[in-house]
């Protein structure tokens, strides 16, 4: 086809001021990256009134066939690669010494030069089509390497550290001989096994239920939280801030995407320094198309993950990391609303930490905290969470697990880690443990992220197992050399490990059988249990009498009681910091809460069992808060 002049595209036509038009050629040179391409991807114009502007100019668009993509060169080095997504070029066939090429720009004459001198190739058809559509039969052509390493790499790295092998033999073989005695002692002195089983299981609770308490005590001291003034961050100005990355990886957020584009426009960082990767997978179109059509311009540059399994998350962030180019990165999800000074924050702490911090965590809370009894709960728990139990973690020298988003990392420490385990569930708080295992430090900073709290009933199941999951997962991995963590993490890293990640989930299974006990108890003492369940049965009765004698009830009792004071405690000092006075009464209710926890860990541990790598998709959008009270 007939090229158009830049001039007559954008300016004359009324498609771009000239003052954004020499902003937009100034950064285009200085990132060597194309007009079109800095135009789209930091909001100066929208995908679809480009389109629309193209389509009444009469250009028709070119329609691609992905399942039969061309590939220029067997060879294709990553430079070749980031050449072609820089230039939003695609070449479609090659025939006596001439190819095809597929541009989203019509008056983009530059781009084509920089493409015949860069593969020394001529051009025999010119073809237009969206720059979405360019970037996504790209990463299918050309994506396949950078993906096994998303999925392989830190296993190919060292396999003790993945989650790829859910149980090691080692382990299969402890667990089933452990599995063989009891069942012998079980068999030979039943009474003295159920017993001690019982004891075992109460005094791990008890210890993860001091362990907790002690948390919430160096928690309460505000110092151990990093904070920065504002004078720290005026002696940063904007021409001296570091390039940041951050990810977006989505699935199936149509529902979100409009927020997601808007809440990155009131982030306070320069916009030329910021590098923004929106994962989106494949297979995703809703998503996709969603991108596509949105009405307003929006800062990110989509990243399009080529089809594999496992379908994760982790995996989708590794990819990206291919593609990133921050000297800081982190992540958020696509409904995350953060301060907005939130990455001159981390810059400023960064610079003040000694050089072994490398992860940055900041807190998460909900903005739509009333809306139901979930809501309110999840905030309760989150509140405890980021304000009290972390800066805890923080204050006794434990290693940290991290949250899912705004975690803020230094780009050259995370490659060194490998990246996150494209089978972990939790690559999060695994990646904080491995982080804290290679002599790394985690911090936690008085930074907000509002994110939107699950509020309806099997979604919040749904993603409370998958979390489960991953704790049970992570746990795994990293006692399968129980003295080679505790020489990485310490003494007290070892145990802060056992009672905050194995604790975790342990209690949460435990739940159930406390609580049984607990209504046995009262059972057998209040003497209903004849007139209830009859003479024929008091044998039974006899019998559970004598493998829970009074000693251990009363202990698990006590683990019962003591367990949910406490947390209804901890839920309601929560409130204080983020003065959310209104859910104080709401901590009472911690007990049915708990209840709901046991029955998404026996789900998860279900699926560590039936398909460890499953991600579970938790919907965001459901939320009827529209306008989000973050004070």
Known sequence: MQLLYRNDLFLKSGLLPESTYAQIDKMSKSMNKSFLKVTLNYAFLSRLAYKEHLLKNNISFYQFDYTQLFKLKSEFSKADFDFLLDHNLYPVKLENGKVDLIIADPSDDISISKFKEYFLLEIETIHIAEDLDIVKALHMTYGDAILHKAVFDLYERDNKSSAL?????RQVLVLGGLGVILLVLLFIFPVFTIISINLFIN???????????????????????????????GNYPDDELPYYTIQLPVFKESEVIYKLASNLQNLDYPKDKLDVKLLIESDDEVTFNAVKNLKFPCIFDPVIIPYSQPKTKPKACNYGLHFSKGKYLTIYDAEDIPDSDQLKMVNALFNKLPDNYIVVQCALNYFNKTENFLTRMFTLEYSYWFDYMLPGLDGLGVPIPLGGTSNHFKFDKLIELGGWDGFNVT???????RAYAKGYKVTVLNSTTYEEANNAFYNWIRQR???????????????????????EVGWSGFWGFQFFIGGT????????????????YF?????????VMGSFNTDIINFFKIIFPDWVIILSVFNFMAGNLLMIYINMIAVFRRKSYSLILFAITNPVYWLMHSISAYKGLFQLISKPFYWEKTNHGLTKSHNPDIK
């Open 165 to 169: 092998e859910t149980f090691t033999l």
């Open 465 to 487: 197992s998958r979390w489960i999951k991953g704790y049970m997962q992570t746990y795994l991995v990293h006692m399968r050399n129980p003295m080679k963590l505790f020489r």
């Open 203 to 233: 005094l791990f609770l008890l210890f993860a239920i001091g362990f907790k308490f002690l948390l919430t005590v160096v928690g309460a001291k505000s110092e151990t939280i990093q904070k920065i003034s504002p004078a720290e961050l």
């Open 427 to 433: 690559e999060d708080a695994d990646l904080g443990i």
């Open 523 to 531: 059972f057998l003492t209040l003497d209903i249990s004849e007139s």
């Open 505 to 520: 989930f342990f209690t949460f299974l435990a739940y159930p059988i406390l609580l049984l006990l607990f209504l046995f």
